[in-house]
């Protein structure tokens, strides 16, 4: 279709539900036209690739219920979208130049393939931008590449089969949740770093990833109130906050479960004058890294952790004056425990009752105290 062309969304279900025996094996593509009235394609099957490039929309379109052999709405502009229940046997593209002035509802919608939203833009900046709460994705979720959501983009109880991929994009709801995934579960990796930012609270609490939760060089902030939560979340593979990880606010890991290393190197965690960083009754399958230019602005607490390797904490920095800077109160941590040479703390380190399996080395650890009441060292 020509680029000025106008087509009516009656006009548009009677080409995809018409009496055609043979639709055409590529399907039907509508390209560069402005589609008038409202496309209201709900509970209606089209066992064929619909697409629309380069389109723009007068009205919301409407495709609850609708069963689709693919969709794509790459570079097409819409006023928002209306696809709760929607299945597509393949991929779901709002990509390549999307746009969307109002929420994308996709909950409850099974993807077949992967659900691209790469380099697409998404406002409504006071609610939800892309709500995906319950939907089934069994290929990978891409929210990255130029990726941006103004408001909360909610991914309660979704399952992704595949990857969980946001590198590059960028999720803007400042003072409210950025990102709420509680219950998510993701088979294949998380990766929410490499250029990766969110202006507004993370939420993967209670969230499954199979494999590598990789963080490095994500921004996370919400200064004054929790910035990243993965409470009771179930890592896996290795974890990764590090590597110019940077989180203002709170980052909370209690009773997350990570089945190999957690990895801080490298990563900035700021809440002054308060937790920086808190993982009580955290479980760690390997080891515990926060050396070599990490750094805490308020306390960071492993209260009841358990450790199955090394906690190495070699020239990290942990700053909070006149309090508790590091507190392992009754952790088990079945290798060495190393606060060696840079180590500093500014406010108390406590060991209280910690059981450490290997050695405790803090001979060149500079803090302003250190308690070690009840601490239990070496093998049993």
């Not at 709900?42 to 609850?64: D, K, Y």
């Not at 406010?347 to 290997?358: Q, W, Y």
Request: hydrophobic content about 40%; overall charge negative.
């Amino acid at each position: 279709m020509s680029q000025q062309r106008t087509i009516s969304g009656p006009v548009v279900r009677e080409l995809v539900t018409g009496s055609n025996p043979s639709p055409p094996a590529e399907g039907i593509r509508i390209i560069g036209a402005r589609v008038s009235g409202v496309l209201d394609l709900s509970r209606v099957n089209v066992a064929f690739p619909l697409a629309f490039i380069q389109c723009s929309f007068e009205h919301t379109p409407i495709m609850r219920d609708a069963d689709i052999e693919s969709l794509s709405f790459g570079a097409s502009q819409l006023p928002g979208l209306e696809a709760q229940g929607l299945r597509v046997h393949s991929d779901l593209q709002l990509c390549e130049g999307f746009r969307s002035d109002s929420t994308v509802r996709l909950e409850r919608a099974t993807v077949m393939g992967n659900l691209s939203c790469s380099g697409a833009i998404i406002t409504a900046s006071n609610s939800c931008a892309l709500s995906a709460d319950d939907a089934v994705i069994c290929g990978h979720l891409l929210l990255s590449n130029g990726f941006e959501a103004h408001g909360e983009t909610s991914l309660r109880r979704a399952q992704v089969g595949g990857m969980l991929y946001c590198a590059h994009g960028k999720l803007h709801h400042p003072g409210a949740a950025a990102l709420a995934a509680e219950d998510l579960v993701v088979d294949g990796s998380a990766v929410m770093g490499i250029g990766f930012r969110a202006d507004g609270q993370v939420n993967l609490s209670r969230a499954r990833i199979g494999r590598l939760w990789h963080c490095a060089d994500g921004s996370f902030a919400n200064a004054g109130g929790v910035a990243l939560a993965a409470d009771d979340a179930v890592i896996g593979d290795r974890a990764i906050l590090g590597e110019w990880f940077s989180a203002k606010g709170i980052v909370s890991l209690k009773r997350a479960r990570v089945a190999r290393d957690l990895n801080c190197v490298g990563g900035i965690f700021q809440n002054a004058g308060g937790e920086a960083f808190c993982a009580d009754s955290i479980h760690i399958g390997g080891s515990l890294r926060m050396h070599t230019r990490f750094l805490a602005e308020g306390a960071v607490r492993l209260d009841h952790a358990n450790i199955a390797g090394t906690l190495n904490c070699t020239g990290g920095r942990f700053e909070n004056p006149g309090g508790l800077a590091l507190t392992m109160n009754n952790a088990h941590i079945a290798r060495d425990v190393i606060l060696g040479s840079g180590f500093r703390a500014q406010g108390c380190v406590s060991l209280a009752g910690a059981v450490v399996g290997g050695e405790l080395d803090y001979e060149y650890a500079v803090c302003d105290s250190l308690v070690t009441d009840g601490v239990v060292i070496g093998p049993p």
